[in-house]
């Protein structure tokens, strides 16, 4: 278990797994600045991959102008390809990308995925699929623009109706396209996690 395990001290804190792309669509970076403005606003911390470029940079940047603080994770081997960001709070190179996650989660209180690629993807099944398995209890989010995510819901929708999943799951994933309401709903469902598992993964 890392020394970085998250108490009941400090912020109330965010792990955002999004892209080292804007995408095409202008509303996703829009998104991104509304997201890191209200976790500044309402005083909480960012949690993310460390990168400066794309809709990581973004929301960092705005979490940042707003007065919240920023923690972000990224490999050694990344620091080039996805722009290591010198300006956040705290910066923790590590060694691999289990190591990132695994920080990233432990440092967390809640997660949201917005518009991203198969780095996001990896990332917000991989957490879920923790919370599925009792690693942890923390909530997760879908933070939607311009109907992202509404293609891959109806792939686990159908996946759900093929027998491969069950309404437990899928109730476990909170998707919605307004920032505040969807903030609001994670800290609500937010507890204490100091008793997780994480360490046993």
């Known amino acids: 278990m890392s020394d970085n395990k998250l108490t009941g001290d ?17 509303g996703y970076r829009a998104l991104a600045l509304r997201l ?8 909480w911390q960012l949690v993310y991959g460390g990168g400066r470029a794309g ?16 923690v972000g994770v990224i490999p050694q081997s990344l620091m080039t ?3 290591g960001h010198a300006g956040l709070t705290e910066l923790h190179v590590v060694q691999t990308m289990h ?20 780095g996001t993807f990896e990332e917000l099944f991989e957490v879920w699929t923790w919370r599925h398995l009792n690693y942890h209890d923390r909530p997760l989010g879908l933070l939607d623009a311009e109907g992202y995510w509404a293609p891959m819901l109806q792939f686990l929708r ?4 093929e027998g491969f999943m069950g309404d437990d ?8 396209d307004q920032v505040d309401r969807l ?5 609500a469902q937010a507890g204490d996690p100091g008793d997780d598992n994480f360490g046993k993964i």
């Open 99 to 118: 190591q990132r996650k695994q920080m990233m989660a432990e440092r967390s209180h809640a997660f949201i995925a917005m518009p991203g690629g198969i």
């Open 81 to 83: 390809l996805e722009v």
């Open 36 to 43: 890191g403005t209200a976790i500044g606003q309402r005083g």
């Open 169 to 176: 799951q899928m109730a476990m994933l909170h998707s919605d």
């Open 10 to 26: 400090g912020p109330f804190s965010v792990c955002v797994y999004c892209g080292s792309r804007n995408g095409v669509r202008p």
């Open 158 to 161: 159908h996946a759900a109706a």
């Open 55 to 70: 809709l990581m940079g973004a929301v960092a940047d705005a979490t940042l102008a707003a007065g919240g603080t920023v």
């Open 183 to 187: 903030l609001d709903l994670l800290a």
